[in-house]
């Protein structure tokens, strides 16, 4: 098996390059697609936000939206393809391309990408106020994570593609029946021994709403300087960890969870994520030069969801990320009080000040900085609690 370029390059000059073996440790190619991803971002970040700004791909701001934010009107957008390339570039450059998970990731990260692409474009360029429209959007999100869902579901549970291919083949044959291994099963942190199986329908059923839900929630946090990129780091960062232990044969059997083989492979990618997350952030924080865009929150939100997937960790990734959490909660209770009270009542009400759950807070006299800095001590607690999940069991 061949592990990324230097494996390669090995393969062809095993004694002049022998030195590269090093490169075979996953850690020291994590450390490498941090670094990558983050240089790449940084000496890319420039040109891509003069280039955004010359096709005049501005940020239009709602009239009806907070009256402080009216000043951001123009500030160049998109600039999620920046994080998209660092991590493209440096997770193709230190990962075994062999690996069935990490191409998954990618295939989720870069389809929602597109997604969002699309629907920037149409916002900024075309001057379409609405983008792309609710239904297609959700169409093309709900197709793209069905998709995932339904080759995690066997991919997961088994140890290789051939495998992959004989467990699904032998569900139809079943009418559609079988059982998945118990690695596929509903793991509750904090326990030992609680599980849940999921049979193949539950598998897809939880792993489509955690992957779409995912990057729905990063989509609806982003939406002040900063707010939704340093918790996408953090969060993913953790995920990494758990993905290193999962993994790794020794680790995931002391700390008593399932062994997936190629999981661990996932820690290069999170490490590219949070590299070409932070350097987006070097451009990003307040006053941004340049904002995200629907194309670096929806991948990235499925990003984090495939990945939690794969390493069973749904409920921890709602623990890590409860600040995502939160500002969809906060939107879907809103509206749905609204709506409740005006057919009630006749006149709609509401609950916070303003949604997402970050305005409400600046409706109450929080500053731009106060917010975004408080969401970020938040989220790293939450990620301290879901990581003490690997131990407290």
């Not at 959007?137 to 290789?160: C, D, H, N, P, R």
């Not at 942190?189 to 849940?196: A, E, L």
């Not at 969060?235 to 995931?252: I, P």
């Amino acid at each position: 098996m061949l592990l990324s370029l230097s494996e390669l390059l090995i393969s062809w000059y095993p004694q002049e390059l022998s030195f590269l073996r090093v490169f075979q440790y996953l850690t020291f190619r994590a450390v490498l697609a941090a670094m990558t991803s983050l240089l790449i971002g940084l000496a890319f970040g420039p040109w891509v936000i003069r280039r955004l700004g010359a096709m005049k791909i501005g940020q239009p701001i709602r009239e009806y939206g907070m009256l402080s934010h009216l000043g951001k009107r123009g500030t160049p957008t998109m600039g999620g393809v920046l994080v998209l390339i660092g991590i493209g570039v440096s997770t193709i450059l230190w990962f075994d391309w062999t690996n069935r998970f990490v191409w998954v990731v990618m295939l989720v990260t870069f389809g929602f990408g597109t997604i969002g692409w699309v629907d920037d474009w149409r916002k900024v360029v075309r001057k379409d106020p609405e983008g792309m429209r609710s239904r297609e959007k959700f169409f093309w999100q709900a197709l793209i994570g069905l998709l995932a869902a339904v080759y995690l579901a066997f991919s997961v549970a088994e140890t290789s593609n051939v495998r992959v291919v004989e467990l699904f083949l032998r569900w139809v044959a079943s009418g559609l029946s079988t059982s998945l291994p118990p690695r596929a099963d509903l793991l509750v942190p904090f326990s030992k021994s609680v599980s849940y199986p999921l049979g193949v329908w539950g598998f897809i059923a939880l792993t489509w709403f955690v992957i779409v839900g995912a990057s729905n929630a990063v989509n609806m946090t982003d939406g002040l300087d900063g707010l939704a990129i340093m918790p996408v780091v953090m969060v993913g960062a953790a995920l990494g960890v758990f993905a290193y232990v999962v993994g790794n044969v020794n680790y995931s059997r002391y700390l008593l969870f399932p062994y997936i083989p190629g999981a661990g492979e996932l820690l290069v990618f999170c490490a590219a994520l949070a590299g070409a997350g932070l350097a987006f952030l070097w451009f990003n924080a307040n006053p941004a030069q340049v904002f995200m865009g629907d194309v670096g929150a929806l991948a990235l939100g499925g990003a984090l969801g495939t990945i939690a997937v794969i390493t069973r960790q749904e409920i921890v990734l709602g623990i890590m990320g409860g600040i995502f959490v939160a500002e969809t909660l906060s939107v879907m209770l809103q509206v749905s009080y609204f709506k409740y009270t005006k057919k009630r009542y006749g006149a709609g009400r509401r609950i916070f000040l303003m949604a997402p759950l970050h305005h409400h807070y600046e409706k109450k006299g929080w500053t731009e900085n106060q917010v975004v800095v408080r969401f970020w001590i938040i989220t790293m607690l939450l990620c301290l609690v879901g990581l003490a999940s690997l131990k407290l069991r």
